[in-house]
């Protein structure tokens, strides 16, 4: 039995087979011990994604009409259909593991994912994910952008970000309001930060808090007397890299 697409749920079933496969096509999963499949629905990915990865594959479904049916449609996956919710569950790499994420990822909740993502950032290889247009246009923006924000430094602070290509409405059903699009990410070579990950974090969300103020301003409460009249404060947070909030962040934290 198909049940109804849920509002709540954000859930926007892709309907188009073609589509579903050249976004499983855009995981090469070479490096990842698993994948994990984020909101599967009624899978439309999951199918292309088992005949590619097999074992390797494993889902995890908050609906529980969902699961329901991905367990009688896709029966040799038996005990790797998680029924939990992404957020909150508990984070599957074992010691060393590798793990591939791809999803077409629940749009009332694409932040919270990608900030899922970025706490186990050490574990996670590569993404592929379909989200609104205007949330890729955002993540794979560069600094000096009006779309260049929190998530997008982030992000690109252990990722490479690439925009794929964009699926328009028609496709889905029922019908969203708006484009999407498909991303890659793929880990850099940063494995680690010089500073504290927390003081790193709390920085860049301050700083883009009052984006409109210059960092001197909107970092003034973070800010040693020592470093006030360093030059980069005279500039706002959509103008740094993440090379550069990190640098930015070492000096707070050692001054």
Known sequence: MIHRPKRSLSQN???????????????PGE???????????RGILTEFLEEKFGERLFLVEIDRDSVEWLQQRFPELKGRI???????????AGENEKIAVIGNFPYHITSPIFFRILENHDTVSEVVAMV??????????????????????????????????????QVFYPQPKVKSAVIRLAHNERESLPCPPESYIA???KAFNQRRKTLRNALKEML?????????????????SPEEFISLCVKVHSS
């Open 13 to 27: 079933y892709l309907q188009d087979r073609n589509i579903a496969r050249k976004i499983t096509s855009m995981l």
């Open 31 to 41: 490096g990842a011990d698993r994948i994990l499949e984020i909101g599967p629905g």
């Open 82 to 92: 998680l029924a939990e919710d992404f957020l909150t569950m508990t984070w599957p």
């Open 132 to 169: 609104q247009k205007e949330v890729a246009d955002r993540l794979v923006s560069s600094p000096g952008n009006k779309t260049y924000g929190l998530l997008s430094v982030l992000l690109q602070t252990f990722f490479r970000v690439n925009y794929l290509f964009t699926v328009p409405e």
């Open 203 to 205: 920085l860049v969300k």
């Open 224 to 240: 040693p007397e020592e470093m006030k009249k360093d030059k980069i404060l005279g500039r706002r947070a959509e103008q740094l």
